[in-house]
């Protein structure tokens, strides 16, 4: 302010005082007598300007307050009202319902189609398309040309014309003592020969079919576990073991897979917690070596197809459980039959009753494709 200015407020203040003097009741009835003198009021709204100058925030977020509830009472308004009352539903005297006297037995529901990748002939004659979704290739395995063929392996007749008079499926395991996070020490059960167990009960009874189940410890020497000639000890058990029971058609090698710690292979089916599953083919054929002559296996392209269909059907009934056909450059004893396949159910990582789990849905797609469903 200018000297001039506050010697005119003093001047009217001055004036002010004398016209209160004379007249006090009108002043008096607007509330606060202060507020009717210039300089008072001039000083009041120079400290409020000051206020709200130096709080945008608190501003900015009244104002934002203000639109929300604006808006609110726009939408509110707009709102379209009701205005007719609803007739009164009419009294109606409920039928007494009969109580059953037993819990009827509750059947599993059958599994339906509902695939997640593209299984049309024209996406899986695309090679590329094709391995990247179905295969995993081992760095040191040779692929010869043509020999993953969607069409071909779907062309195989892997039937089985089911007689359960004769032994038809052999279960074993070259690595017997693999266990899972849960697996008491010392339980067979909690091991992968457990699971081999529960596999067998289910293609037995569920199924119908005639299963023998080895559960020689391949992998133990001595009473030291010894894997690395499991395979050879395997094989030298099972070659006269087979001689013995020709009618074996289906030879499954049970495995749990090793993964990090952090990784937990599961998913959910039918309600259930289950390891999710990997098939495993050896190929006979390093990048290193080249083809393995002193591994021959004359099925290669059998045991191919058969991971396939077994993959195609998971694929189309269960695409969450299967993770796909590994590809490696040795032979595993794959060469025993024609259907053989080395099945990787879930990890070190997944709780016994989540791979046992993974067995029911294992079981249908194995039927399925021993059926020619």
């Known amino acids: 302010m200018t000297n001039f200015q506050k010697a005119f407020c003093v001047f009217l203040s001055l004036c002010f005082t004398a016209v209160l003097a004379f007249f006090p009741e009108p002043f008096f009835l607007r ?3 202060y507020r009717q003198i210039p300089l008072y009021d001039f000083l009041e709204k120079e400290v409020w300007s000051t206020s709200i100058e130096t709080d945008k925030e608190t501003e900015e977020c009244l104002i934002e307050k203000n639109a929300q509830y604006l808006t609110g009472k726009v939408a509110e308004e707009n709102r379209p009202k009701i205005t007719s009352t609803p007739a009164p539903s ?9 109580v059953p006297t037993s819990v009827p037995e509750v059947k599993e529901t059958a599994a339906q189609p509902h695939p997640v990748l593209d299984l049309s002939p024209e996406a899986l004659a695309d090679y590329d398309y094709l391995k ?10 040779a692929l010869e040309p043509g020999i993953l063929d969607a069409a071909g392996f779907l062309k195989k007749d892997m039937r089985m014309k089911q007689d359960n008079a004769k032994p038809q499926i052999l279960i074993y395991h070259s690595h017997s003592q693999e266990a899972f996070v849960d697996s008491r ?6 091991t992968v020969v457990g699971v081999g167990n529960y596999l067998t009960k289910l293609l037995t009874e569920k199924y119908g079919y005639k299963v023998l189940h080895v559960t020689e410890p391949f992998d133990m020497a001595k009473g030291v576990e010894d894997r690395s000639a499991a395979y050879d000890y395997a094989r030298e058990y099972l070659e006269p073991f087979l001689e013995e029971n020709p009618s074996i058609e289906v030879i499954i090698d049970l495995h749990r897979d090793g993964v990090s710690e952090n990784r937990h292979l599961v998913t959910e089916i039918n309600g259930k917690k289950t390891a ?4 495993f083919n050896g190929l006979s054929n390093t990048v290193s070596k080249g083809p393995l002559s002193y ?3 004359p099925y290669i392209e059998e045991n191919l197809a058969f991971s396939f269909q077994l993959e195609y059907q998971a694929a ?4 969450e459980f299967y993770r796909g056909i590994y590809l490696a450059g040795l032979r595993y004893n794959l060469h025993l039959r024609p259907k053989s396949i080395l099945l990787e159910a879930g990890a070190q990582t997944n709780t016994v009753e989540e791979v046992k789990n993974a067995m029911e849905p294992f079981a249908d797609i194995l ?3 021993l059926k020619g469903k």
Request: proline residues 14%; hydrophobic residues 30%.
């Open 132 to 141: 990247n979704q179905f295969f995993i290739q081992d760095e040191n395995a």
């Open 367 to 369: 039927d399925r494709v």
């Open 276 to 279: 999710q599953i990997m098939f």
């Open 295 to 297: 591994l021959p296996n």
């Open 31 to 33: 509330g606060n007598v």
């Open 316 to 319: 189309q009934y269960y695409p």
């Open 90 to 98: 009419p009294t109606v005297t409920p039928t007494p319902v009969p």
């Open 185 to 190: 020490a010392g339980e067979t059960e909690d």
